[in-house]
C-alpha cells in the first residue's frame, strides 16, 4: 500500500511536469505535490516567464554537458595509446582561443537577455488596482487592504492545521494529517482575478518573507523597511506559500493562502468582510462583565498568544515569558495594557513581546482580564474594559 501511494504521487508529480490542465486545475492548484519534478504550474505572466527561464537554462545547460563531455570522452576513446595515437605537439590554437571566448560569451547574452526583461518586470510595482500590506510577525501575518477594493479591510492570518495533527516534542499527533497540512490558515487573502496586486512588505519583529510559488513571488519583509512586489493571477483558485526566512522555532508554522475569485465574489467578499469587521468593532463604552470579558478573552489567548506563552501559561523556559505568576499579569493592569500596546524588549528573553495594536479594544480588554484571572494568577486589579484600552492608545 505504502509504494503504491508512493506511485500514485509520483504520477501526480509527472502530470504536473508534463502541464496536464485539468489535474493541475482540479487536484493540485496551488500546492506542492510529493514526489514534484518541476516547479508549481504557473499562473501569472511573471511566474511563466520564470518557468520558460527555469526551462531554456537547463536545455541550455544539458546541451553544454552532452557537448563537453561528448567531446571529452570521444578524444579519450578514440585517441588512446592502445590504438597508437601520440599527443599533439602544439601549445596553443587562435582559432580554438578565439571559440572558447565568443561562444560563452553568446550563451551568456542568450540567457541574460530574457532573465533581465523578466527580473524589470518584476519591480514594476507600478497602476496596481490593488495595494496590500503583509506584516509578517512570529509567527503569523498580518494583511491590511491600503488601495483600491476593500481598502481598510484588516485581518490577521494564523495556521489552521490543529494541534492534534502537529503534535509537539515528545508527543505524536493523535490525528491524520490533512491535504494541506500546514499550509491552511483561518484567513485567507482574497483577491480578484485578472487585477494587478501590489503587496507591501515589512514585519514587526524579525525578517520574514512572502512567497507563493505560483505567482512567482518571493519577497522579503525586514523590520524598519518598506518592500513591494506584485501580481496578477490570471487563473482563479486558492494558491498556498510559506515564510521562507527562518524566522524562529515556528518558522514551519506561518503559511500563505491566496484565494483569487471572480470579480463578483471578489465584491461579496468585500462587503461581508466589512460587515464582520463592524460587528467585531465593539462600543468602547459597552462595560462588560467579568465572565464576558474572560470568554472572549480565552478565545483571543488561543488565537494569538498561546504559540509563545503556551496553554498553560508557563512560556518556554529561555525563549518566552512565562505569564502565570507573572509581576506584570498580577501587578498594576496599566503596565498590562502598555505592554500589550507597545510591545516589550525586557532583555530576560532573546524574543521581544512585539506590539499587538491591530487587536480592537475590547479584545485587548478580554485577553488581559483572562490572564489575570486564570491559571494560578490572583491580580488585584482582576478587570479591564475595553474604555481603558481606549484611553491608553491616545
Known amino acids: 500500500m505504502t509504494y503504491a501511494k508512493r506511485l500514485q504521487a509520483l504520477m501526480i508529480g509527472l502530470a504536473m511536469t508534463a502541464g496536464m490542465p485539468a489535474l493541475a486545475q482540479t487536484e493540485v492548484t496551488g500546492r506542492p505535490v510529493p514526489y514534484q519534478l518541476n516547479l508549481q504550474p504557473p499562473v501569472t505572466r511573471i511566474a511563466s516567464e520564470i518557468y520558460d527561464l527555469h526551462t531554456w537554462m537547463m ?17 579519450v576513446f578514440k585517441h588512446r595509446r592502445s590504438l597508437g595515437h601520440k599527443p599533439a605537439t602544439f601549445h596553443e590554437s587562435t582559432a580554438v582561443e578565439i571559440a572558447w571566448t ?8 542568450a540567457m ?16 496596481a488596482d490593488l495595494t496590500i500590506k503583509a506584516t509578517g510577525m512570529q509567527w503569523k501575518w498580518g494583511y491590511d487592504y491600503l488601495k483600491g ?7 490577521l492570518s494564523n495556521l489552521s492545521t490543529p494541534r492534534s495533527q502537529v503534535g509537539s516534542p515528545g508527543v505524536k499527533p493523535t490525528e491524520n494529517r490533512g491535504i494541506n497540512y500546514l499550509l491552511e490558515v483561518d484567513n485567507e487573502v482574497v483577491v480578484p482575478v485578472n487585477k494587478k496586486v501590489r503587496i507591501v512588505l515589512t514585519a514587526n519583529d524579525v525578517i520574514h518573507a512572502w512567497m507563493v510559488p505560483a505567482f512567482g513571488v518571493k519577497q522579503d519583509a525586514i523590520p524598519g523597511f518598506v518592500r513591494d512586489t506584485w501580481f ?15 524566522c524562529g522555532k515556528e518558522h514551519a508554522f506561518m503559511p500563505i493562502v491566496v484565494k483569487v475569485v471572480s470579480d463578483a465574489d471578489y465584491t461579496a467578499w468585500v462587503a461581508g468582510k466589512k460587515k464582520e469587521m463592524a460587528a467585531l468593532a465593539d462600543d468602547p463604552a459597552k462595560v462588560w462583565t467579568i ?13 494569538n498568544c498561546v504559540v509563545c506563552h503556551q496553554a498553560n501559561g508557563k512560556g518556554i523556559p529561555g525563549a518566552f515569558a512565562p505569564l502565570d505568576g507573572s509581576a506584570v499579569v498580577n501587578g498594576p493592569k496599566a503596565d498590562q495594557i ?24 475590547s479584545d485587548i480588554a478580554a485577553v488581559i482580564t483572562f490572564t489575570r484571572n486564570n491559571w494560578s494568577n490572583k491580580a488585584a486589579e482582576n478587570i479591564v474594559q475595553p474604555a481603558e484600552v481606549l484611553a491608553a492608545r491616545k
Open 59 to 75: 536545455v541550455v545547460c544539458v546541451v553544454i554537458f552532452v557537448g563537453v563531455f561528448g567531446v571529452m570522452f570521444y578524444s
Open 149 to 155: 477594493e476593500g481598502e481598510g479591510i484588516s485581518f
Open 338 to 361: 502598555h505592554v500589550l500596546l507597545n510591545g516589550q524588549k525586557s532583555g530576560k528573553y532573546p524574543s521581544e513581546m512585539p506590539a499587538w495594536k491591530q487587536l480592537s479594544d
Open 102 to 109: 565568443v561562444v560563452p560569451f553568446l550563451i551568456v547574452i
Open 291 to 303: 465572565d464576558e470579558l474572560k470568554t472572549k478573552g480565552e478565545k483571543v489567548y488561543t488565537t
Open 112 to 127: 541574460a537577455l530574457p532573465a533581465t526583461k523578466t527580473v524589470v518586470g518584476m519591480k514594476d510595482t507600478s497602476n
Open 232 to 246: 496578477k493571477a490570471e487563473k482563479i483558485g486558492t494558491f498556498r506559500g510559506q515564510c521562507a526566512e527562518l
